[in-house]
């Protein structure tokens, strides 16, 4: 049987008590068989409150449970919410891995790319200055066969005209004094 009916059996069993006398019908002493108004009043509470008492102890009972299932619905879903936090925590990480290593691939091409660019202006800048050096080498030739060819001329002028001497009139009066 339930605890409510034994609450409520125990309070039947005591009305029977009362009504036919605590120690049955026809006991030796009359005035002791039969319950005074006190006697009732104060059985009726007293099964009132054990009814009472069964009823809070239920009912904290029931509390208890249902506050333990919140508490556990509770941690499950602080749990999940941790869960879910870990996993966006992560995929952030990821999406910024990702990122650093596009931007460090950009980087590295870049570098590669100024090398490259290096190389090429590093060989111009060369190819310049031996142009400029054969430039200067081919003039400087130039100067020296003008130079010769100068010197050739005045040579075959010089044969041709026979013997010629600068400044003449001073050269024939020296000529003359030293005969």
């Known amino acids: 049987m339930g605890e409510s009916n034994f609450g409520t059996w125990i309070f039947a069993f005591l009305i029977v008590a009362v009504i036919f006398g605590w120690g049955g019908i026809g006991g030796g002493n009359a005035a002791a068989a039969y319950a ?3 006697d009732v009043t104060n059985a009726i509470n ?3 409150a054990n009814q009472n008492a069964q009823s809070i102890l239920l009912s904290s009972a029931n509390n208890n449970y249902e506050t333990a299932r919140l508490i556990d619905n509770q941690s499950m879903l602080v749990l999940n919410q941790n869960n879910t936090n870990l996993v966006n925590a992560i995929q952030g990480f990821n999406t910024v891995t990702q990122s650093l290593a596009a931007g460090f ?3 590295n091409q870049n570098i590669a790319d100024l ?3 290096m190389e090429n202006c590093c060989c111009s800048i060369k190819t310049m200055l031996l142009e400029n050096r054969l430039q200067d080498t081919q003039q ?3 100067d020296s066969r003008n130079v010769a060819v100068n010197q050739a001329q005045s040579e075959f002028l010089l044969n041709t005209m026979g013997k010629w001497v600068a400044n ?6 020296a000529y003359t004094a030293a005969k």
Not at 168 to 173: K, L, M, N
């Open 36 to 38: 005074t108004t006190s």
């Open 46 to 48: 007293t099964a009132f």
């Open 105 to 107: 691939n950009s980087v």
């Open 115 to 117: 090398g490259y660019k």
């Open 140 to 142: 400087a030739l130039a």
């Open 168 to 173: 003449a009139p001073a050269a024939a009066a």
